[in-house]
């Protein structure tokens, strides 16, 4: 028995070996992944400058309106690509979009307007270790959300960097606690918590609405729509809750200006993430979100005056081999009903128009053209050499019977 044992342990080892050895790290290490990794990192960045500008507005000028910061993000939406909406013609046309699924994009600019709210209030309650684990709340529930309703379907693999991404947020936690960072407000940290688990959930169903529409609709469809439904939600919002803290505001030049930069930087994140959830998923885009907290801790040692621990640059290596690891394996999708077609998925930007799935279809589509006019063209030189070889037998058929 034990020496039967010994030999599965020895045909496992041997298994593994030739497995490692076959692994070829140039099929791992590509250019799709290393640039999904550089955007992704590009929107952590984004994200950083949206913590920065609204630190020093409630810090320094003692400015905290989320709702006014959400309006102006929206309104530049709803500026750019809303008119590019009413600029379209036929079912691309805002109007088309609008009879046909107003209401969804209703939620879903509720859903994404009450995400970005909920999270900057739980701030006010909670603590912000607290903050930084809830959070993470969004990648099982985008998990659960993707199997569900995208019908993604997640390997071993996909699950082990998941959790070696969530061991990397540990360590930035512990670095925290550690270098006895503030923690913020502990006034209710239960209703803290609940709002930060609320705020995850609903980012998670707006990440999985985002990712079908632009890998089936439009990108310029979603953001416009979310811009529009966005802007108006945040408008009432604002002037009920929040008509009095803008009323109170000193306006000053650097209050416009931190206002602006960060409009900015949520303008230019929801303008590139579609980007990046079309060349991977909601999931993979978020786990490269994770570092967003890591950066705005190495900005904060050079602003705020932050204490650093090795611990940071631990989390932020760890968090990124995650990443690698789930990119580095596709998940696949379970066959479903291809979704109905619409002519709004014509006008997609060109940065929109390297989709890996549709050059790969193009690609194929090619190859069967160009074999079957190989076949063609085989044909008939065989048929002509036929019919010329015939033609040679008659010839000296005839010469030998005159002979």
């Known amino acids: 028995m034990d020496t039967k044992q010994a030999e599965d342990q020895e045909d496992r ?11 070829n790290l140039k099929e791992v290490f590509t250019w799709q992944l290393a640039r999904t990794l550089s955007m992704g990192q590009g929107l952590a960045v984004l994200i950083c400058g949206t913590a920065i500008s609204s630190q020093y507005l ?9 709702m006014l910061q959400s309006f102006l993000n929206y309104a530049l939406l709803c ?8 600029c379209r013609t036929g079912d691309g046309h805002m109007f088309q979009i609008l009879k046909r699924r107003w209401w969804r994009y209703l939620l879903l600019g509720l859903v994404d307007v009450e995400a970005n709210y909920t999270v900057v209030k739980a701030y006010q309650y909670t603590t912000l270790t607290s903050i930084q684990l809830l959070d993470c709340f969004i990648i099982p529930v985008l998990m659960i959300l993707s199997w569900w309703a995208l019908k993604t379907r997640y390997r071993p693999v996909h699950y082990i960097a998941v959790c070696i991404c969530l061991l990397g947020v540990g360590a930035m936690v512990g670095a925290d606690l550690l270098a006895e960072r503030d923690q913020g407000s502990t006034s209710h ?42 802007l108006i939600i945040s408008t009432i919002q604002m002037v009920i809750l929040e008509r009095h803290a803008i009323a109170s505001i000193q306006w000053r030049w650097e209050v416009g200006l931190l206002l602006f930069a960060y409009a900015f930087c949520m303008y230019a994140l929801y ?40 611990l940071y640059l631990v989390s932020l290596v760890v968090i ?10 596709p998940t696949p999708t379970s066959p ?10 014509t006008w997609e930007e060109g940065c929109d128009d390297d989709d890996p799935v549709a050059t790969q279809n193009d690609i194929t589509s090619h190859e069967v053209i160009t074999t079957i006019n190989i076949e063609e063209e085989r044909r008939k030189v065989a048929s002509q050499s036929l019919r010329q070889g015939n033609e040679d037998d008659d010839d000296g058929g005839g010469r030998s019977t005159k002979l």
């Open 189 to 230: 940290i239960l209703l803290g918590d609940f709002l930060v688990l609320i705020s995850a959930t609903l980012y998670a169903v707006s990440n999985v609405c985002q990712e079908y529409t632009v890998k089936n609709l439009s990108r310029v469809e979603f953001l416009g729509m979310v811009g529009l439904f966005g």
């Open 79 to 86: 500026v750019t690509y809303t008119s590019m909406l009413l």
């Open 320 to 329: 990124l081999i995650g990443f690698i690891t789930f990119n580095a394996v």
């Open 336 to 345: 479903a009903d291809p979704a109905p077609s619409s002519s709004s998925s």
């Open 271 to 310: 303008s590139c993430m579609p980007i990046v959830m079309r060349r991977s998923s909601a999931t993979a885009t978020n786990l490269s979100l994770l570092t967003a907290d890591l950066f705005s801790l190495f900005s904060g040692i050079f602003i705020f005056s932050y204490n650093f621990s090795s």
């Open 58 to 66: 409630a810090t320094s000028f003692h400015v905290n309106t989320p």
């Open 13 to 23: 080892k041997h298994r593994l070996m030739l497995t490692i050895r076959k692994l």
